[in-house]
């Protein structure tokens, strides 16, 4: 377990170093919400009614797009190499590295995710089940993400690439948090949605670091 | 460094295994135990006798069996073996699938009665039915080929993935496309966002990652491990992704034919035969072009050895 702690405490260390890496995908997470009510005719009800999808696709964007640099920045400095041979078990290697990810890109998207919900209109009440749901569904999006990050991370235009392989693998995160927000809006518990998004979180995370160790060393030619 | 896949990944290989034959366990069970009684009787009579008669003859002739699983490893295994003796099934693989599509199709458009609501337009199903199962079935079969290639670093499962992938893509874009002309005179619509509609979409839009992600590595033996990795993944996906569209709304109609559900076969024999038939024309087909695309990637990767220079000229 050295391993874990050590690269927890590297990663966050790094991140404080260079924290624009950090503000970026929650700076484009708020811009690409805020773009839609100005695309959409401001009809009463109408923004509500989307704000779900919204939401839920801007911050599936957003994970994808901070998972590019999960594994390259290493790569270009060899650290993956290191990584690699390092007498530490892989798996908590990487659960580490995407758990700091997420600490430090995804839940300050989580704890912003209110705020825009509010200005999509959405009422008080559901706020709640977005931040929870949120809060299941983008680490469960980092571990499904990092799969196609470690697979692609040694290759040129990759980021176009991963997009290719993640976003049909997220649907099922999408459909539960989509809808575990659109049941809060009906009045509906929301309760057995977000029992099935925690179990989807308890399988990506368990199995996900698995298939990420075994990406990065078939990237890396072993 | 380990050549094997479990240790490559951080994890001992019992936890692998064990999680792996559970898996295998609770599946069949559950399998056996959904059917109905007399079929459960007969999947479990049938189940032991085979199981019996197996663990017998291995207990027994131990030697046999263990020689008879190394052959066929090494013989399919390796490319030349596997160059050969494909081309030997090859001639009556094609006739196979050639003599069951040419008569299933032509008995169901021509000779099969009209369906009493929806008159001859339901012939589509001769189409849409087997390319929808094609396209699922070549799925699994990638994805046994990518676990396959991932633990024991077969170079001919590499290969297979390579050589399905493109099969089951365009079965899944026949599927849609087939069943949106279908849906125009019957739903009313071409396209409508149910959940097996969507599932098959998103079907595709698995096959052309795994197509692109082969496409973007150089070294084949890497883009293989790496498609071999995406497939195994998008196998647990696809199930996944099954129950969570149809938690929607769904207006497909419900599987006509069933091995294992309660109320058997919906289908009228005279309209189920010829579409037997077209389903199992498509699986030999599915066999003729994995085996056909197969056998040109063997060329194409052993281009510089001395067998496949005697072979082309």
Same mark, same amino acid.
């Given at each position: 377990?050295?391993?874990?702690?050590?690269?927890?405490?590297r990663?966050?260390?790094?991140?404080?170093?260079?924290?624009?890496?950090?503000?970026?995908?929650?700076?484009?997470?708020?811009?690409?919400?805020?773009?839609f009510?100005l695309?959409?005719?401001?009809?009463?009800?109408?923004?509500?009614?989307?704000?779900?999808?919204?939401?839920?696709?801007?911050?599936?964007?957003?994970v994808m797009?901070?998972?590019?640099?999960?594994?390259?920045?290493?790569?270009?400095?060899?650290?993956?190499?290191?990584?690699?041979? +390092?007498?530490?078990e892989?798996?908590?290697?990487?659960?580490a590295?995407?758990?700091?990810?997420?600490?430090?890109?995804?839940?300050?998207l989580?704890l912003? +995710?209110p705020?825009?919900?509010?200005?999509?209109?959405?009422?008080?009440?559901?706020?709640?089940?977005?931040?929870?749901g949120?809060?299941?569904?983008?680490?469960?999006?980092?571990?499904?993400?990092?799969?196609?990050?470690?697979?692609?991370?040694?290759?040129?235009?990759?980021?176009?690439?991963?997009?290719?392989?993640v976003?049909?693998?997220?649907?099922?995160?999408?459909?539960?948090?989509?809808?575990?927000?659109?049941?809060?809006?009906?009045?509906?518990?929301?309760s057995?949605?977000?029992a099935?998004?925690?179990?989807?979180?308890?399988?990506?995370?368990?199995l996900?670091p698995?298939?990420?160790?075994?990406?990065?060393?078939?990237?890396s030619g072993? | 460094?380990?050549s094997d896949?479990?240790?490559?990944?951080?994890?001992p290989?019992?936890?692998?295994?064990?999680?792996l034959? %559970?898996?295998? $366990?609770?599946?069949m069970?559950?399998?056996?135990?959904?059917?109905?009684?007399?079929?459960?009787?007969?999947?479990?009579?049938?189940?032991?006798?085979f199981?019996? @008669?197996?663990?017998?003859?291995? /207990?027994?002739?131990p030697?046999w069996y &263990?020689?008879?699983?190394?052959?066929?490893?090494?013989?399919?295994?390796?490319?030349?073996?596997?160059?050969?003796?494909a081309?030997?099934?090859?001639?009556?693989?094609?006739?196979?699938?050639t003599?069951?599509?040419?008569?299933?199709?032509?008995?169901? $458009?021509?000779?099969a009665?009209?369906?009493?609501e929806?008159g001859?337009?339901?012939?589509?199903i001769?189409?849409?039915?087997?390319?929808?199962? %094609?396209? @699922?079935?070549?799925?699994?079969a990638?994805?046994v080929a990518? /676990?396959?290639?991932?633990?024991?670093?077969?170079?001919?499962?590499? =290969?297979?993935?390579?050589?399905?992938?493109p099969?089951? %893509?365009?079965?899944a874009?026949?599927?849609?496309?087939?069943?949106?002309? &279908?849906?125009?005179?019957?739903w009313? *619509?071409?396209?409508?966002? !149910?959940?097996? @509609?969507?599932?098959?979409l998103?079907?595709?839009?698995?096959y052309l990652?795994?197509i692109?992600?082969?496409?973007a590595?150089? !070294?084949?033996?890497?883009?293989g491990?790496?498609?071999?990795?995406?497939?195994?993944?998008?196998?647990?996906?696809?199930?996944?992704?099954?129950?969570?569209? !149809?938690?929607?709304?769904?207006l497909?109609?419900?599987?006509?034919?069933?091995m294992?559900? *309660?109320?058997?076969?919906? =289908?009228?024999?005279?309209?189920?035969?010829? $579409?037997?038939?077209?389903?199992?024309?498509?699986?030999f087909l599915?066999?003729?072009?994995?085996?056909?695309r197969?056998? *040109?990637?063997?060329? &194409? #990767?052993? #281009?510089k050895?001395?067998?496949?220079?005697e072979e082309?000229a």
């Amino acid at each position: 377990m050295s391993g874990f702690s050590a690269t927890l405490r590297r990663e966050v260390l790094l991140a404080s170093r260079s924290p624009a890496d950090m503000v970026n995908p929650l700076f484009f997470f708020v811009v690409v919400v805020s773009l839609f009510p100005l695309a959409v005719p401001p009809t009463p009800g109408l923004l509500e009614a989307m704000a779900p999808g919204v939401v839920w696709v801007a911050a599936l964007l957003a994970v994808m797009l901070s998972l590019d640099g999960l594994f390259r920045s290493d790569e270009e400095a060899g650290v993956l190499d290191q990584l690699l041979v +390092a007498p530490v078990e892989l798996y908590f290697t990487v659960l580490a590295k995407v758990l700091a990810h997420w600490l430090l890109t995804g839940l300050p998207l989580v704890l912003v +995710a209110p705020l825009l919900g509010y200005m999509l209109q959405l009422p008080a009440e559901v706020l709640g089940s977005l931040l929870l749901g949120l809060l299941l569904g983008t680490p469960t999006l980092m571990f499904i993400g990092a799969i196609g990050a470690a697979l692609t991370v040694g290759l040129r235009r990759g980021s176009m690439l991963l997009a290719l392989l993640v976003l049909p693998l997220y649907i099922p995160v999408l459909v539960f948090g989509a809808g575990s927000l659109g049941r809060a809006l009906e009045g509906l518990p929301v309760s057995p949605v977000m029992a099935v998004l925690g179990a989807m979180l308890a399988m990506a995370m368990s199995l996900g670091p698995f298939a990420v160790a075994l990406g990065l060393r078939i990237s890396s030619g072993d | 460094m380990s050549s094997d896949a479990v240790s490559r990944a951080g994890l001992p290989a019992h936890f692998f295994a064990v999680s792996l034959s %559970a898996g295998l $366990l609770a599946l069949m069970t559950w399998f056996i135990w959904s059917a109905p009684p007399v079929a459960r009787t007969v999947w479990l009579a049938g189940g032991w006798t085979f199981g019996v @008669l197996f663990y017998y003859g291995a /207990l027994r002739y131990p030697h046999w069996y &263990w020689q008879t699983l190394e052959r066929w490893y090494h013989q399919l295994g390796s490319p030349p073996h596997f160059y050969r003796i494909a081309g030997l099934w090859l001639p009556w693989l094609v006739i196979i699938a050639t003599v069951l599509c040419v008569v299933g199709v032509v008995w169901g $458009l021509a000779f099969a009665p009209p369906h009493h609501e929806q008159g001859n337009s339901y012939r589509i199903i001769y189409l849409h039915v087997p390319a929808s199962s %094609a396209a @699922l079935m070549a799925y699994v079969a990638m994805g046994v080929a990518g /676990l396959v290639a991932l633990v024991w670093r077969l170079k001919m499962a590499e =290969i297979a993935i390579k050589a399905i992938a493109p099969f089951g %893509a365009i079965m899944a874009a026949v599927s849609l496309i087939s069943g949106a002309i &279908w849906g125009r005179p019957t739903w009313g *619509t071409y396209w409508i966002w !149910d959940a097996r @509609l969507t599932s098959m979409l998103i079907l595709l839009f698995m096959y052309l990652g795994v197509i692109a992600l082969q496409n973007a590595i150089r !070294d084949p033996r890497q883009a293989g491990q790496a498609a071999s990795l995406l497939s195994v993944v998008g196998v647990i996906n696809v199930v996944i992704v099954r129950y969570s569209v !149809d938690w929607w709304q769904s207006l497909h109609q419900g599987s006509s034919m069933s091995m294992f559900g *309660t109320a058997g076969s919906a =289908i009228h024999p005279s309209m189920l035969a010829p $579409l037997l038939l077209c389903m199992f024309g498509t699986y030999f087909l599915f066999a003729v072009t994995v085996l056909v695309r197969a056998r *040109t990637e063997i060329l &194409w #990767r052993e #281009r510089k050895s001395a067998w496949v220079r005697e072979e082309v000229a």
